[in-house]
């Protein structure tokens, strides 16, 4: 199994002889708007991708963990197959179907797919009213003969649903949507740095990696000061921080 981290949550995953493209958003640097009230003021995305996304209209299927503008873009709308699987959560087939995509596949629980069981999860995207205003949210396990387990959590804060998923399927590796997002007002709906560890220390046998950093300007985590923390914390050898455009062999 081979992972490219593209930008943000978007990610290209080589899996069983498919490749699996994830949380597709393809625009260009600032076409949408900035999260308003926060410290950082630019328009979204804030660094291009490191690819010509026309590439990417080879993937074999494509999986959308919930349909916020930076996980499933106008820009993927246009550009991606509409013939291509789209796996997701039953709230956001309606949306993806209307967006032309053919083969809209919401999974309640798991499917099977190409040899590889694909099951949805569940998360906790914020806390309180700001986690009920930002609606579901799932993650996906990928389980295949042919390759380790690979569990994306999704836009999930640490939280029991997520702790359950590791307990239950002991994934062998493990994509955190890491950038401890946060609006102006309100605790953050992504994970933190203390998020982080806490998912390695709860799975240490497991290789985790951190995505969803310093492409969007409500996510104020950067990489570098990630890496600081998980040097403190005695989890540098676990975590790995791609860079946008990196490949990582598993």
């Known amino acids: 199994m081979n992972l490219q981290l593209l930008r943000h949550a978007t990610m290209l995953i080589e899996i069983a002889g498919k490749q699996v493209l994830v949380d597709p958003m393809l625009s260009e640097p600032g076409q949408m708007p900035a999260i308003p009230g926060v410290a950082n003021s630019s328009d979204n995305p804030l660094v291009a991708l490191p690819i ?36 997701c959560q039953p709230a956001d087939t309606a949306k993806i179907a209307a967006a032309g995509f053919t083969s809209a596949i919401a999974i309640d629980a798991t499917y099977q797919w190409e040899g590889i069981t694909i099951t ?16 579901p949210v799932s993650g996906f396990v990928l389980e295949t003969s042919q ?4 569990y994306i959590a999704g836009d999930t804060i640490w939280c029991t ?17 890491a950038g401890g997002a946060q609006f102006a007002s309100g605790e953050p709906i ?5 998020d ?15 995505v ?13 000061a990630l890496k600081d923390y998980a040097a403190e914390n005695m989890i540098a050898d676990q975590l790995h921080i791609p860079d946008d455009g990196e490949w990582i062999i598993i």
């Open 52 to 87: 010509n996304p026309a590439g990417l209209k080879n993937a074999d299927a494509i999986i959308v963990t919930h349909t916020h503008s930076d996980h499933f873009d106008e820009a993927a709308m246009l550009v991606l197959p509409h013939d291509r699987p789209v796996f």
């Open 190 to 194: 992504t994970m933190t740095k203390e």
């Open 161 to 177: 649903e997520v702790q359950e998923v590791l307990d239950k399927h002991q994934p062998q590796v493990i994509v955190c949507f």
């Open 212 to 224: 969803h950093l310093e492409a969007w300007n409500h996510c104020s985590l950067t990489r570098q």
């Open 120 to 135: 949805r999860t569940d998360g906790q995207h914020g806390t309180g009213k700001i986690g009920q205003k930002m609606g």
């Open 196 to 210: 982080i560890v806490a998912v390695c220390r709860h799975t240490p046998a497991a290789k985790v990696i951190a």
């Open 147 to 150: 390759a380790p387990s690979l």
